[in-house]
């Protein structure tokens, strides 16, 4: 499966940016899918997943109440909107196939884009 993410931007701080991870192929709907980031000089971070079905979310606490993750398995996308931005949500924004909790094990990557919030 490829994974291409997309959305990310420039944006003040309190605004917000909606990222979309868009998969190839047919079985995009059998997988929870998450959103990780990671800052420069800091190590990868789970923010947020959401099962198969779209039933179930779980987030960090540093993105709790600002950000939504949700799918549309029609079409093969995944979304993470993201409002109230802060300086520190700076980072490039990856999507992951395969689980929806920080531990699990994720066997495809997207490539990523940069999200840049100014104060």
């Known amino acids: 499966v490829q994974l291409q993410a997309s959305g990310g931007g420039l944006v003040q701080a309190g605004g917000s940016l909606r990222l979309s991870c868009a998969a190839s192929g047919r079985t995009f709907s059998n997988y929870p899918m998450s959103w990780f980031r990671q800052a420069p000089g800091k190590e990868r971070e789970f923010i947020a997943g959401v099962s198969w079905s779209g039933s179930r979310t779980n987030y960090a606490d540093s993105v709790k109440g600002r950000f939504t993750i949700s799918r549309d398995n029609g079409k093969n996308t995944v979304y993470l909107q993201m409002n109230s931005l802060k300086p520190e949500d700076t980072a490039v924004y990856y999507c992951?196939?395969?689980?929806?909790?920080?531990?699990?094990?994720?066997?495809?990557w997207g490539q990523g884009t940069q999200v840049t919030v100014s104060s």
């Open positions: 992951a196939r395969g689980g929806m909790r920080p531990d699990s094990s994720f066997d495809s």
